[in-house]
T-cell receptor, first 115, second 112 residues
Framework: NAGVMQNPRHLVRRRGQEARLRCSPMKGHSHVYWYRQLPEEGLKFMVYLQKENIIDESGMPKERFSAEFPKEGPSILRIQQVVRGDSAAYFC?????????????FGPGTRLTVL | LAKTTQPISMDSYEGQEVNITCSHNNIATNDYITWYQQFPSQGPRFIIQGYKTKVTNEVASLFIPADRKSSTLSLPRVSLSDTAVYYCLVGDGGAGSYQLTFGKGTKLSVIP
């Protein structure tokens, strides 16, 4: 059973460009979470999605960031007009259900560098 | 969400037992205690979870005293490959508990 897959693993963008990060959850998992990790910091929650629904986007910046989890295909985290402060590691996690007693399985992350 | 406090870093020699303590004075009745491990350039990996007393699996043990205001992750006979950052998380199973809150964690360095 393949784990959570993320691509690309590394992404370089110039200021003002768009970044698209993809996440394929583990088989059988219908809950997807995105986190951002700045250097020397812990992960910070961004958004929680189920198929075709955004459940909680309270951790997402109000502008330029969006996420989706379509009926078919991977979840996408989209960052428009990137700035240097967006440089970070972005991790996706999935779970078969939600709840504090439920383990989240993390992907290897996408490291975004904005020049 | 209960705030957690853990040491920033720890060093240990190979073969030793390592104990990492996490303080969570404001833990709520419904909160679970979960530990994750993160290797460089990888996503966090679940290690162990408990509610009270002691939990043991093939990787680690988790000790939780009766007042639950702290917990200790115990790694037996560490090896170089255990060098990683270890995060202590506290949360309940209710609404919003999917928002895992990671602090800065404890950076464990295992020395040969």
């Amino acid at each position: 059973n393949a784990g959570v897959m993320q691509n690309p693993r590394h992404l370089v963008r110039r200021r003002g460009q768009e970044a698209r990060l993809r996440c394929s959850p583990m088989k059988g998992h219908s809950h997807v979470y995105w986190y951002r990790q700045l250097p020397e910091e812990g992960l910070k929650f961004m958004v929680y999605l189920q198929k075709e629904n955004i459940i909680d986007e309270s951790g997402m910046p109000k502008e330029r960031f969006s996420a989706e989890f379509p009926k078919e295909g991977p979840s996408i985290l989209r960052i428009q007009q990137v700035v240097r402060g967006d440089s970070a590691a972005y991790f996706c996690a999935s779970s078969p259900r939600t709840g504090g007693d439920n383990e989240q399985f993390f992907g290897p992350g996408t490291r975004l560098t904005v020049l | 969400l209960a705030k957690t406090t853990q040491p920033i870093s720890m060093d240990s020699y190979e073969g030793q037992e390592v104990n990492i303590t996490c303080s969570h004075n404001n833990i709520a009745t419904n909160d679970y205690i979960t530990w994750y491990q993160q290797f460089p350039s990888q996503g966090p990996r679940f290690i162990i979870q408990g509610y009270k007393t002691k939990v043991t699996n093939e990787v680690a043990s988790l000790f939780i005293p009766a007042d639950r205001k702290s917990s200790t992750l115990s790694l037996p006979r560490v090896s170089l490959s255990d060098t990683a950052v270890y995060y202590c998380l506290v949360g309940d199973g209710g609404a919003g508990s999917y928002q895992l809150t990671f602090g800065k964690g404890t950076k464990l360095s295992v020395i040969p």
